[in-house]
């Protein structure tokens, strides 16, 4: 009987490999806006990756996006994939917090 699914391993980065999907969970920093209802954002392992939204819903979908955009480009470009820190190594705001953020990129095969 199928499940719907696939078998998958998980390496030292927290990246799980199966039929044709990686799993990747990374930590995000949340800090809310001073200046309205919203947060920011931020990947500490991911260099450069964050993202805005107007409530904190708002800015996880955002995070999530800008964090499957980054990682979608490292698998195109080579695949180096930063390792995941450990929670005691995150420096976070007095008024932050963190945020485990999960992607998933299916990967579709070579039409060669």
């Known amino acids: 009987m199928h499940t719907g699914r696939s078998a998958t391993r998980r ?3 927290g ?3 199966g ?3 990686m799993t990747f969970t990374y930590p995000a920093v949340i800090v809310p ?3 309205d209802n919203g947060f ?5 392992d991911l ?4 993202a ?6 708002d800015t996880l979908d955002a995070a999530r996006e800008a964090a499957y955009d980054w990682l979608f480009l490292e698998l195109e470009e080579g695949g180096h994939f930063p390792e995941t820190s ?9 008024d932050g917090f963190v945020r485990n953020i999960m992607v998933r990129i299916k990967l579709l095969p070579d039409s060669d």
């Open 33 to 35: 806006h001073k200046d």
């Open 52 to 57: 805005d939204g107007g409530d904190l819903e």
């Open 86 to 94: 450990h929670p005691e190594d995150i420096k976070v705001p007095e």
């Open 19 to 21: 039929d044709c999907k």
């Open 40 to 44: 920011h954002a931020e990947f500490p």
């Open 15 to 17: 990246v799980r490999r």
């Open 11 to 13: 390496n030292a980065n």
């Open 47 to 50: 260099e450069c990756c964050y």
